[in-house]
């Protein structure tokens, strides 16, 4: 459940791991230990959960790296972990929350820093611009 509200950490204890605790259960504490599925240099996924057409999944791009050009079929939500990444339609830091619908044509690229790693879902498939981002589209399950 990505909705159940966090219990901070008592006081005085170190939480340990840097992943947030309602994503813990499907991943583990460490980003560094998630088992990452490579896409293409400097973007690798994590598929979380599918459900009647809805996905659930992490994704991680290396500065610099970015999602080729795409719109949407439905609509995708997108909750900025760590690093950062811009598009046409501006900049999404940590804790800042993406909504794209069909009329949105963008391409999420990773900004200097940290890795960018964000939980992103969507209700339908991408569609992307071009053959090859098509084919790695299907193959991926984006």
């Known amino acids: 459940r990505l909705d159940?509200?966090?219990?901070?950490?008592?006081?005085?204890v170190p939480r340990a791991g840097d992943v947030p605790a309602p994503l813990r259960p499907y991943v583990g504490?460490?980003?560094?230990?998630?088992p990452w599925q490579t896409i293409t240099t400097g973007l690798s996924h994590c598929?979380?959960?599918t459900?009647?057409?809805?996905?659930?999944?992490?994704?991680?791009?290396?500065?610099?790296?970015?999602?080729?050009?795409?719109t949407h079929r439905g609509e995708e939500w997108t909750l900025v972990l760590t690093g950062s990444y811009s598009d046409a339609s501006g900049r999404y830091a940590?804790?800042?929350?993406?909504s794209t619908t069909p009329q949105i044509k963008h391409k999420p690229t990773a900004d200097p820093g940290p890795a960018c790693i964000n939980l992103a879902v969507t209700d339908a498939p991408l569609v992307f611009d071009g053959l090859i981002p098509k084919i790695a589209g299907w193959v991926f399950g984006f």
Do not use: K, Y
């Open 4 to 12: 159940a509200p966090c219990a901070p950490a008592p006081r005085g």
């Open 51 to 70: 459900r009647s057409g809805t996905r659930a999944r992490l994704i991680r791009a290396m500065p610099g790296a970015a999602v080729a050009t795409h």
């Open 29 to 34: 504490a460490d980003f560094a230990s998630v």
């Open 47 to 49: 598929p979380l959960v």
């Open 94 to 98: 940590p804790g800042d929350v993406q």
